[in-house]
């Protein structure tokens, strides 16, 4: 079965940047889409970007737009989420999840999930 593991989270100040990292394996992904979502505590879990493994279309949350970059490495099956000019709001624990079929924006509608990094960004 589809395992994602996601690596890179820590604690940072505001305006830092963050690289999070999530290895895939399982499957042969190229029908796949590929999300991050996060969740902060006492919230529920939020889209933050996701990307087409095959093409690699991509799109991101308002939030977030100018500031993440989701990228793909076909020949290392990982996803990466470039994470620049954080801000306190961005602390969360960050998932990375996968779906067949094109990107959706709906947590519930993707498959498979990885266990989370916490990404705290202090002030």
């Known amino acids: 079965q589809v395992q994602l593991v996601e690596s890179g989270g820590g604690l940072v100040q505001a305006g830092g940047s963050l690289r999070l990292s999530c290895a895939a394996s399982g499957r042969t992904f190229s029908s796949y889409s590929m999300g991050w979502f996060r969740q902060a505590p006492g919230k529920e879990r939020e889209f933050v970007a996701a990307i087409r493994w095959s093409g690699g279309s991509t799109y991101y949350a308002d939030s977030v737009k100018g500031r993440f970059t989701i990228s793909r490495d076909n020949a290392k099956n990982t996803i990466y989420l470039q994470m620049n000019s954080l801000k306190p709001e961005d602390t969360a624990v960050y998932y990375c999840?996968?779906?067949?079929?094109?990107?959706?924006?709906?947590?519930?509608?993707?498959?498979?999930w990885g266990q989370g990094t916490q990404v705290t960004v202090s002030s």
């Open positions: 999840a996968a779906r067949v079929g094109g990107m959706v924006l709906v947590g519930t509608l993707y498959g498979y």
